[in-house]
C-alpha cells in the first residue's frame, strides 16, 4: 500500500530553513522562516512565559486531561485579548488548537461541515499553507486581488472589484493584521469599506490573525478583527500565540466562532468540541496554561505587554534604517514601502532569479517570492541587506 503514495512536494518556507542549515558558509542571513530573532540572532524565552513556566512547575498538580475544548480559562483570556469586549461572550464559541494553523484547520473543517459547497476565497497572495488546507480538505478555492506588485502596496481597487463578487455563503480568508507574505495592510478605512462588502454580499469572514501586537499595537492590531466580529453575523477567527508569546514550539493556538446567537453559538461550541475529538480529542495544554497565566496575572501581563512592545519597535526601527540605507544607495524613494509595511514581513519585489542570486552571492536567504523576515536582520546586516539588493539589481 505504501508504495502507492506519491512524493509531496516541499514546503517552500521549511524548505529554506533547509538549505540554510546546510549551507557551509559563514556569515549567512536568514531572512526565510517567520520567527522573531533579536539583533544577536536568538529566540528568546521571554521573560512573563519564563516567569509562568516556572509557577506552572511548581503549582500544576496533575496532568489529567482539560476539556475537548481546552482550559476554558484560555478561551476566556484569549477572547479578551483578541475581540476586547466586542462580542458578548455568550455569541462566541471557542476552542483551543495546536497553533494557529490547527485553528485554521479546524475553522475550514467547520466550515466544510456547516456549508461542504462553500468556496474559500484566499487573498493573492497568503501565506503557502493556506491553499494548501485548503485544497487537502477538498474545498473549493478561489482568489482575490490583494497585492499590487508595482508599488508593494495594497491593491485597493482589485480587492474591493474582487470581493464585490464573492458569491453569498461563501468564505473570504483576510488577515487581521500583518499581512503575510507581504507585509502590505489595508488602512482603517480600506478595512471599514471591506466590512461594507462582506456585508453587502452575505459572505463569511474567516480571519487568520497570527501576528497581534506585531503592527502597530496589540488593540491596533485587533482593531479590524474586532469591527469585523462585531458588526458580521457571523465570523470565524483563527489566532495563533505562537509569536507575540514566543511560543512556537509549545502550539497554542485559538478558534473562534462568532455567532452572536446564544443557541447557534451552543451547537458550534458542540460541533468545535466534536472536530478535537475527531482530530486529536485534548489539544495541547501546556502553552495554553502559559498564556492564560500570563493574561490573568496583572504584573506578567504588564512585562510581556512591554517585552512585546519591545520587539515591535525594534522591528519598526530595523525597517526604517533599511529603507534609509536603501534610499542612500539607490538615491530614490522606490523602497520607502519596507517603512510602510507592518508586522515581521514584507515583499520586496523580486523575481526567483534575483532572490537566488542573493542567496548564491551573498548569503541572504528569503523566500522565493521575494519575502523577507523583517527580524532576521540587525543594525549590522541592515547595510549589507540594502548594498546587495542594489548589487543583483532589484
Ligand atoms: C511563516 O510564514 O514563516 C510562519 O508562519 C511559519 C510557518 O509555519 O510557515
Known amino acids: 500500500m505504501l508504495e502507492l503514495l506519491t512524493e509531496q512536494p516541499p514546503d517552500k518556507i521549511l524548505m529554506l530553513s533547509q538549505m540554510y542549515r546546510e ?42 486531561y482539560t476539556s475537548l475544548a481546552g482550559d476554558p480559562a484560555f478561551a476566556d483570556a484569549m477572547i479578551d ?63 482575490y486581488r490583494y497585492f499590487d506588485d508595482a508599488t508593494r502596496a495594497l491593491d485597493w481597487d482589485g480587492l474591493a472589484a474582487d470581493l464585490d463578487g464573492v458569491p453569498a455563503g461563501d468564505v473570504v480568508v483576510l488577515h487581521g493584521c ?27 469572514p474567516f480571519i487568520d490573525i497570527a501576528y497581534q501586537g506585531f503592527g502597530d499595537g496589540l488593540d491596533e492590531d485587533a482593531g479590524p478583527t ?92 530595523l525597517r526604517g534604517r533599511l529603507a534609509d540605507e536603501l534610499r542612500r544607495f539607490t538615491n530614490s524613494d522606490r523602497f520607502d514601502f519596507i517603512a510602510e509595511h507592518r508586522g515581521m514581513f514584507s515583499r520586496i519585489g523580486a523575481t526567483a532569479e534575483k532572490v537566488a542570486e542573493l542567496r548564491e552571492k551573498h548569503r541572504i536567504y528569503m523566500v522565493g517570492d521575494s519575502r523577507m523576515n523583517i527580524a532576521g536582520l540587525n543594525a549590522d546586516t541592515v547595510p549589507i541587506l540594502a548594498r546587495a539588493i542594489v548589487d543583483v539589481g532589484i
Open 178 to 204: 500583518c499581512h503575510n507574505p507581504t507585509g502590505a495592510n489595508p488602512t482603517l478605512d480600506q478595512w471599514r469599506g471591506i466590512v461594507d462588502i462582506l456585508k453587502r454580499r452575505g459572505v463569511v
Open 81 to 143: 485579548l483578541v475581540l476586547g469586549g466586542a462580542v458578548p461572550r455568550d455569541g462566541v464559541a471557542a476552542v483551543a488548537t495546536p497553533g494557529g494553523t490547527g485553528a485554521v484547520r479546524q475553522g475550514l473543517e467547520l466550515v466544510r461541515m456547516a456549508n461542504p459547497g462553500a468556496a474559500v476565497w484566499l487573498p493573492l497572495p497568503t501565506w503557502p499553507n493556506h491553499p494548501t488546507i485548503v485544497k487537502h480538505l477538498g474545498m473549493p478555492s478561489k482568489t
Open 226 to 317: 474586532r469591527m469585523i466580529a462585531s458588526e458580521m453575523p457571523e465570523a470565524i477567527i483563527a489566532a495563533s500565540c505562537s509569536k507575540n508569546f514566543g511560543i512556537y514550539r509549545e502550539r497554542t493556538g485559538l478558534l473562534i466562532a462568532v455567532a452572536h446567537d446564544s443557541g447557534i453559538t451552543k451547537t458550534a461550541q458542540g460541533n468545535l468540541a466534536y472536530l478535537n475529538r475527531q482530530n486529536y480529542s485534548f489539544p495541547p495544554d501546556h502553552g495554553a496554561r502559559v498564556v492564560t497565566t500570563i493574561l490573568t496575572d496583572p504584573e506578567l501581563r504588564g512585562d510581556w505587554r512591554s517585552e512585546l512592545e519591545q520587539t515591535r519597535v525594534s522591528m519598526l526601527d
Open 23 to 64: 549551507d557551509p558558509r559563514d556569515d549567512k542571513i536568514d531572512l526565510g522562516v517567520g520567527v522573531y530573532r533579536d539583533a544577536s540572532g536568538n529566540t528568546p524565552v521571554m521573560r512573563a512565559v519564563k516567569e509562568a513556566e516556572r509557577r506552572i512547575l511548581e503549582g500544576q498538580g496533575t496532568k489529567a
